[in-house]
């Protein structure tokens, strides 16, 4: 399996738009809160999940999801 790191523009433009959603995620999280968990759950965990989404999204543009996924394929399937 091949695990080095190649730069890719589509996997780039989808991380870059996870991050923007992940942003807004943060930014109005207490709107988000208030309004589609009906007050069941915490500003601090709207924001959290806000925050692991910018992070996910930070992943894939710089397109290592992959290059972590295959370390983690090598380690669990090793021959």
């Known amino acids: 399996?091949?695990?080095s790191w190649h730069f890719s523009a589509g996997a780039f433009f989808i991380g870059l738009i996870i991050f923007i959603a992940?942003?807004?995620?943060?930014?109005?999280?207490?709107?988000?809160?208030?309004?589609?968990?009906?007050?069941v759950i915490d500003y601090q965990k709207v924001k959290l999940v806000g925050l692991a989404v910018v992070g996910l999204g930070f992943i894939i543009?710089?397109?290592?999801?992959?290059?972590?996924?295959?370390?983690?394929?090598?380690?669990?399937?090793?021959?």
């Open 22 to 39: 992940g942003g807004a995620i943060v930014a109005l999280h207490q709107k988000i809160a208030d309004n589609a968990m009906s007050g």
């Open 1 to 3: 399996m091949d695990t």
């Open 61 to 79: 543009m710089l397109n290592l999801h992959t290059l972590i996924l295959g370390w983690l394929v090598n380690l669990i399937f090793r021959p």
